[in-house]
């Protein structure tokens, strides 16, 4: 007998809400206790009432969970979480953002298939593209994601799948989306964007034209820096085979992880409202510093993307980077010169972190592949957190003080 008679007051329909109800209540399936918190299913496999329905599943004749590396209640209830936040037709979880590429890529590409990437993206994605899946067959060549002739210049008969990341780390470079979809799109190439430093919060890429959105949940998703983990959201045809490959390559996320990623997503909007507001303020303040050389970061008004990030994004982020006068050594004497920000290279924290890309995120680069990306010895990336922006601000007046 049915528990509930009212479904569906029990059950949350999605349908016409709006993205603060979406982040608090969407992907939530109540079971019959009526919880009104999601529950954690803290299992490897699940049973069945007979042989029958035992086979009857695994043949895919009936719905239902068989094991988790396939399908868990938590982790699914955090996908349709974020496909309803990125406005996708599905949303596939996987263990961290690198898996995320690493299965979108396996699942729809093949050996002789070709890559076209920015060549601002997060520095193991690079590895990932030139060391490993070269060996599988795929080739990368990387193009200037603000450049749109860079990116049609660089198609090739096998050319299958773009991908970018907007705005980039640590430089603020903007890729606009639409215009880099409809090349793409011309050619019957995917266009897949890493939408971790905006949040579906800031910036909808399926919604500009993009086929695919990747995350990072580390970073933002959570925005408490507890757990990795990572998402790809898109069309169902698509997600179909990245759910295929997760689900046999096993590069699956755990429902513990999927539980503290939901409770990330309902505070989301609230979070990067608040950090994009204390780090506009911040970039402004630095800009106005006669020890900074320049502020890099598309809220101030002379940043040459200024325009396309009001544009495409509904807030500029949480990241500020910046060139202190002086060679690396001002820059370290700077970073060691804080008292509260932690140095650290993670971001899309609660807790302000700072950075020298130079000689940690992007130190295994080359010299002269650091000066092509324009990531100078003097650099200093900050991910502003929620801390009071006074007491933010007095940090890096300590840093200014000792250069
Ligand atoms: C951190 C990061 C990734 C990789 O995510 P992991 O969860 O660390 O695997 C990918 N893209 C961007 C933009 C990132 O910042």
Redesign the pocket.
């Known amino acids: 007998m049915k528990k509930f008679e009212r479904e569906e007051r029990i059950q949350f329909d999605a349908t016409g809400y709006e993205f603060a109800t979406l982040a608090v209540r969407s992907g939530q399936q109540r079971t019959d206790e009526g919880e009104h918190g999601d529950p954690i299913f803290t299992t490897s496999s699940f049973v069945y009432s007979s042989a029958r329905e035992a086979a009857a599943k695994f043949a895919g004749d009936e719905e239902g969970n068989i094991y988790s590396r396939f399908t868990n209640p938590t982790v699914q209830a955090f996908e349709r979480r974020i496909a309803a936040l990125e406005g996708a037709e599905r949303a596939v979880a996987t263990a961290?953002?690198?898996?995320?590429?690493l299965s979108t890529v396996l699942s729809l590409l093949k050996a002789g298939d070709h890559v076209v990437c920015s060549r601002s993206?997060?520095g193991?994605?690079v590895s990932l593209f030139d060391k490993y899946l070269s060996r599988a067959g795929i080739e990368t060549s990387y193009v200037d994601p603000t450049d749109n002739d860079d990116w049609r210049g660089a198609i090739r008969p096998q050319t299958r799948l773009f991908f970018l990341?907007s705005p980039s780390?640590p430089l603020a470079q903007l890729a606009d989306i639409t215009a880099v979809a409809a090349i793409a799109h011309e050619q019957d190439i995917l266009l897949a964007v890493?939408n971790?430093?905006c949040t579906p919060a800031l910036q909808q890429p399926l919604a500009l034209g993009a086929d695919i959105v990747?995350h990072?949940?580390?970073?933002f998703l959570d925005g408490q820096g507890r757990c990795?983990?990572?998402a790809v959201a898109g069309p169902d045809h698509l997600m179909e085979e990245v759910f295929g490959f997760i689900r046999t390559g096993g590069a699956c996320m755990s429902p513990f992880n999927a539980w503290v990623f939901m409770k990330g997503l309902e505070t989301l909007k609230l979070r990067m409202e608040a950090h994009c507001a204390s780090a506009l303020a911040l970039a402004q303040w630095l800009d106005a510093q006669p020890g900074i050389d320049k502020v890099y970061y598309a809220g101030l008004p002379e940043h040459p993307q200024h325009a396309l990030a009001k544009r495409q994004q509904t807030g500029f982020g949480a990241v500020v980077s910046f060139e202190v006068k002086g060679a690396r050594e001002a820059a370290w004497r700077f970073i060691d010169a804080t008292r509260m920000l932690s140095i650290t290279g993670n971001?899309?924290d609660t807790k302000s972190t700072i950075t020298h890309p130079g000689t940690t995120t992007h130190g295994r680069m080359t010299a002269d592949d650091r000066a092509r990306a324009g990531i100078r010895d003097n650099l200093i990336r900050v991910s502003v957190g929620l801390e009071d922006l006074a007491d933010i601000r007095g940090d890096l007046q300590l840093g200014l003080a000792a250069l």
């Open positions: 961290s953002g690198m898996a995320a590429i993206v997060f193991s994605i990341e780390n890493d971790c430093f990747i990072s949940a580390t970073k990795v983990g990572g971001l899309g």
